[in-house]
DNA sequence: CTAGGGTTAG
């Protein structure tokens, strides 16, 4: 196609027939190739047609960017795009405002609504401006700003500017009641919907939407219903309210109905369309539904094809997701690549994850929040506070919100991290982030994992409305430090309360139970429990076992009436060793072996049970067949916080630079020790992976690395704590206890377990007699 | 009117 010999009509029938961005590049490749791509109307109708097909924003901006004297026009389409976008831009909108007041262009007042409208929820930072402009009483730009308003509040502004209005267009009316809506106040949104003089299709659609923002669905319908002319829109409104409202089989059912209309769906319907599919979960309707689109040659907006991604990543297809991702090109937006990295990291794909994340041209929160939340779901809590510094560094990047915090904090949580834990709640603070249920949730966690049960308390109990998270948080915090009774008192508080406990709550309330001894109230408990899991059942065993009911734990097992699962049998193991039970040991392990037979820790309580019956031949058999097998011990993290730094540790690795004096207070420690007559205990076996620190004391645990380096560094008064990522083994809880002896300091330890308070050569934990 | 991110248990 040569545009050579068109005249400009014919150019600009030809622009309005693109119908999608291939298309589109086509046109522009050509307006190049014929140097049409200098003159300012040229740029100005592609831009137009960037916001009809909405366009990705590099792309857009990539055309302004390329002309060389813009004029007015150009900006206003570039100003309309970002408008029609939705999310703000306002940098960008920025940007372009100081570009034009650059260009020595004449700004009229009709600029200032584009750009008040363009900005989003920061458009309203141009009402000073325009105030200070003195052009704040323009018809038009009063009505951008009462738009505003409405839109991201404070509403009762927009009510002011909308009282003092002399003439009230159609528009302004509509906006008023979706800006009530948009702050629940339905009183107001009705009073005008009753009062207005005209109303159109607009108006009713707004009463639908504000319904449906309020779960009243059945008053959504009946404005529905009522409306007298639809058209798309009202027809999609109704279409997300059963979609958003967890009803998606409704919204199939309306779509039906659409189809029989005369109302064909648009792109935004099938956006919808998808997204309940895939909320449905029924993955062969979704593909039903892909099937037929293609089949009609039905082309999908980038909208769409992000909402079939996420559908796809949802349901585990990654390679489906990918192709949908890459097939986008350049229609790939921010919300794209975000549903693509949340796709990886739901999968543990974290170095994709982040191979995306670091190609990203535009970074947004929910990047940012993916991102540190892949890091935090996937056990990688140290890593998602780095990315969080990185974060609140980075000049350009967007400012930390709720969510970032609650992942944030979560991580501080599981590493034992207070003093990092302390100076993010200070960020909160400072960033005046206001805490849902969720933030003050994972403050609960962060103040229970740390061991300031006064402080989860508190926070606790500074909630106004409480879910049952933030009471499983809580009595999983008790269960921890063994406060047994606590944790049942906070079952029964929680009823009173009308908060309906679920399968956790009896989960960490059994721990509880479990760990304070209490055999009766737990098995109340666990009684009470409507349709107890595996996982309530190896509570219960765990809970009779520590108290040596062993027969009947595994008689429980034999009438279970699912089938148990490694965690079942895994209690059983457990009790055996405590209470010296090598035939049911051996029971449960050889179950084990079946069920995981890489899992470690099986192996290395068996043979513990052996050695401490001193049946050594058959602790070197477990230890032969773990070499068959191929298991090799695990072996775990510690770490200390020190100076807002987490200092790690593990078995045999001497980077840490104060690694040299560290090992040779380890060796004076162990000489002390076996002067005062402590002795290599044989019930502690399987030390392969120790070999190399023989000369130590008794193999150098990672928490006895961390424990020294803290004593090299805090002061005497100082309380060490100490975090294990894996559970501390008996010779190592024997070995803290000497060492706070010794040293007459207090050392608490926390595992993946619970909490242990190391004093005088006392653990306040039961586990270890 | 539409797509993407968060808390708890063993």
């Not at 011990?633 to 690795?653: C, M, P, R």
Request: some cysteine; overall charge neutral.
């Amino acid at each position: 196609m040569n545009f050579g010999h068109l005249s400009m009509s014919q150019l600009d029938s030809l622009a309005c027939k693109i119908s999608n961005l291939s298309q589109l590049r086509q046109f522009h490749a050509q307006l190049i190739q014929n140097s049409l791509h200098h003159h300012s109307q040229w740029v100005s109708l592609l831009i137009s047609q960037c916001t009809r097909l909405r366009a990705p924003p590099p792309y857009t901006r990539l055309i302004f960017d390329s002309t060389p004297r813009p004029d007015i026009h150009v900006f206003i389409s570039m100003l309309k795009y970002y408008s029609n976008l939705g999310s703000a831009h306002f940098n960008q909108v920025v940007s372009l405002y100081q570009k034009l007041q650059c260009c020595d262009l004449r700004i009229g007042t009709f600029v200032y609504p584009v750009l008040i409208k363009s900005a989003g929820s920061k458009g309203i930072e141009f009402h000073a401006h325009v105030l200070k402009l003195g052009l704040a009483s323009d018809p038009y730009i009063r009505n951008a700003i009462m738009g505003l308003y409405a839109k991201y509040g404070p509403v009762e502004n927009a009510r002011d500017v909308f009282a003092e209005m002399h003439e009230r267009t159609l528009a302004d009316w509509n906006n008023m009641i979706f800006g009530y809506w948009i702050w629940g106040n339905k009183a107001e949104a009705c009073r005008l919907f009753d009062i207005m003089p005209e109303r159109n299709v607009v108006t009713w659609t707004a009463m639908v939407t504000g319904y449906a923002r309020m779960k009243d669905l059945e008053n959504a319908r009946r404005y529905f219903d009522e409306i007298p002319e639809k058209n798309v829109v009202s027809w999609n409104a109704m279409l997300s309210a059963y979609a958003q409202n967890r009803f998606p089989e409704e919204a199939l059912k309306l779509f039906d109905d659409m189809m029989n209309s005369r109302d064909q769906p648009n792109e935004t319907t099938w956006a919808i369309v998808i997204s309940a599919c895939s909320s449905c979960g029924d993955c062969s309707l979704a593909d039903s539904f892909v099937q037929k689109l293609n089949q009609k040659r039905i082309h999908l907006s980038y909208f769409a094809k992000t909402a079939l991604l996420d559908m796809y990543a949802k349901r585990g297809s990654l390679q489906a997701a990918r192709q949908v991702f890459d097939e986008l090109g350049v229609s790939r937006n921010t919300v794209t690549w975000n549903a693509m990295i949340s796709a990886y990291t739901r999968v543990g794909d974290l170095a994709s994850a982040r191979e995306l994340f670091d190609k990203m041209p535009e970074r947004d929160v929910v990047t940012w929040n993916s991102m540190i939340s892949g890091y935090a779901q996937n056990g990688q809590s140290a890593l998602a506070i780095d990315l969080f510094k990185d974060m609140i560094t980075a000049a350009d990047d967007p400012k930390p919100d709720e969510v970032t915090m609650v992942s944030v904090i979560s991580a501080c949580g599981h590493l034992g991290a207070l003093d990092i834990g302390n100076w993010v709640i200070g960020i909160v603070r400072k960033n005046h982030i206001k805490l849902s249920i969720s933030g003050y949730n994972s403050l609960i966690f962060l103040y229970s994992k740390c061991g300031s049960m006064d402080d989860a308390k508190r926070t606790f109990q500074e909630m106004t409305t409480r879910d049952v998270v933030s009471y499983n948080t809580l009595i999983a915090g008790f269960a921890a430090h063994g406060h047994g009774m606590e944790a049942v008192k906070l079952l029964s508080k929680m009823k009173g309360e009308f908060v309906e406990p679920d399968r956790v709550t009896y989960i960490v309330i059994l721990t509880a139970c479990s760990h304070a001894g209490m055999l009766e109230e737990g098995w109340k408990v666990f009684e009470s429990i409507k349709a107890p899991d595996a996982d309530h059942y190896a509570c219960v065993i765990d809970l009779l076992g520590r108290v040596g009911k062993l027969d009947e734990a595994k008689k429980i097992i034999d009438d279970m009436p699912k089938e148990p699962h490694a965690g079942v049998y895994g209690s059983l193991l457990n009790a055996s060793r405590i209470h010296k039970r090598i035939d049911l040991g051996e029971f449960a392990a050889s179950t084990l072996f079946e069920l995981e037979p890489h899992n470690s820790g099986n192996y290395i309580l068996l043979s513990n049970i052996y050695a401490s019956a001193g049946r050594w031949d058959d602790v070197v058999r477990v230890r032969e067949l773990m070499r068959k097998v191929g298991v090799k011990k695990a072996t775990g993290w510690s770490w200390v916080e020190y100076k807002g730094k987490l200092h790690k540790f593990i078995v045999g690795d001497r980077s840490h630079e104060r690694s040299d004096d560290v090992y040779r207070l380890l060796a004076e420690l162990g000489r002390k020790m076996r002067n005062s007559g402590y002795m290599a205990d044989k019930t502690c076996v399987l030390r392969d992976v120790e070999e190399e620190e023989k000369e130590e004391m008794v193999g150098t645990h990672s928490e006895k690395l961390a424990v020294c380096f803290a004593l090299l560094v805090t002061d005497a008064e100082a309380v060490i704590r100490v975090v294990k990522n894996l559970r501390v083994c008996w010779d190592c809880h024997t070995a803290m206890k000497m060492i706070s002896n010794l040293e007459g300091r207090k050392i608490i330890l926390r595992d993946n377990n619970r909490f242990h308070c190391f004093s005088d050569g006392i653990c306040s934990c039961g586990d270890y007699w």
